[in-house]
Each structure stands twice: as structure tokens, then as C-alpha cells.
């Protein structure tokens, strides 16, 4: 356990440990966010980019708009058996601005998280990339649905989206 301590604080890191008689031991390490890396999909709503971390992504498709129906005031597709509720990118952050020209499909990202799935409605699907996260910094701080950013080859920031946040948010 030493060497892992060790290791662990050189790199910026904390372990706490917590431990309880008769209960167990709980071991927490922290690592610093800017040596975490994620592979993601880059996703484009109202101008914007985001990722999307693969490891939630169930699987990309073009949606007829006709297959989509209300369920109780939300809007739902069916994905073979599974009733899945819809999130629109841009309305989940309450961001206006040019979206992409209406057409009859849409672009959706199936996500799941769990058992629960949502599908992420897009202006486009770009390309994956591994990126590496950023916090968000004191000055923002925490930001409903985002869990940090990353910046791009061409310098633009990407938000990382929190798959968790959304996929509850949708089910609600």
C-alpha cells in the first residue's frame, strides 16, 4: 500500500481511508483530472461541439421524425424492444443559436448508462477522438450535465458531456 501512496501523491494524487470495525475499509484515491483521458465521439448542436465518451454510446442512427411519439409529455422512440426517452442537446443547456437545417431525420446518439437509455439528438456526428479532460476550474465550477471540457487540435474547447446526468435527466 506504501508504494501505491507514493505513487499516488507524486502524480498530485490523494488516498483517504476510512475503516470501521466490524464494517470494512474504504479506500478512496483521487487522481488529478488532467491525466484522465476518454475516447469520444465529437457531436455538433447549434454550433457547438461536444463529446460524448464512447464507453456510454450504444450505438449512432438517422431517425425518421415520424417514429417519434409522446409518452406522457416526453418525447420517445423505440429502438427494437426498448422504449427510449429523447434528450435534445440544445435544449438540455438551454442554448439557442442556428441549428442545422431541418430534415426529415435526425441525428441521434444512444446512450445508456445502467439499465436506462436515452438517445441524444444532434445537429451532426463529427468523428471520434481521444481527448484529454479538463476540469472546469473553480471560476465555473459545476456545471449541470458537463463533466469538464477538453481542447481540440485546432484549439476550440469541447465540452464532455455527463452521460449520467443526462440519461437521469431524460428519465424523468
Known amino acids: 500500500m506504501d ?3 507514493t505513487n499516488v501523491t507524486a502524480i498530485g494524487g490523494s488516498i483517504n ?5 466490524g464494517t470494512g475499509t474504504r479506500f478512496m484515491i483521487r487522481l488529478p483530472l488532467t491525466l484522465a483521458t476518454i475516447d469520444g465521439i465529437l457531436v455538433k448542436s447549434c454550433g457547438l461541439i461536444y463529446v460524448i465518451p464512447i464507453s456510454a454510446i450504444v450505438e449512432i442512427l438517422r ?3 415520424n417514429l417519434i411519439d409522446q409518452v406522457m409529455g416526453r418525447e420517445v422512440f423505440k429502438l427494437r424492444d426498448i422504449v427510449v426517452p429523447i434528450a435534445r442537446l440544445n435544449e438540455s443547456f438551454n442554448i439557442t443559436g442556428k441549428m442545422q437545417d431541418k430534415s426529415e431525420e435526425l441525428n441521434v446518439v444512444v ?9 441524444l439528438v444532434v445537429d451532426a ?7 484529454v479532460v479538463k476540469s472546469l ?9 458537463i463533466s469538464g471540457a477538453t481542447i481540440m487540435g485546432d484549439g476550440q474547447v469541447a465540452l464532455i458531456i455527463d452521460t449520467v446526468t443526462i440519461v437521469k435527466e431524460s428519465q424523468n
Open 3 to 5: 508504494v501505491v501512496k
Open 17 to 21: 481511508i476510512d475503516s470501521e470495525k
Open 63 to 65: 431517425l425518421d421524425e
Open 111 to 119: 446512450i445508456r448508462v445502467g439499465d436506462k437509455y436515452s438517445g
Open 125 to 131: 456526428v463529427l468523428e471520434p477522438q481521444e481527448s
Open 137 to 145: 476550474g473553480k471560476y465555473i465550477g459545476s456545471v449541470r450535465g
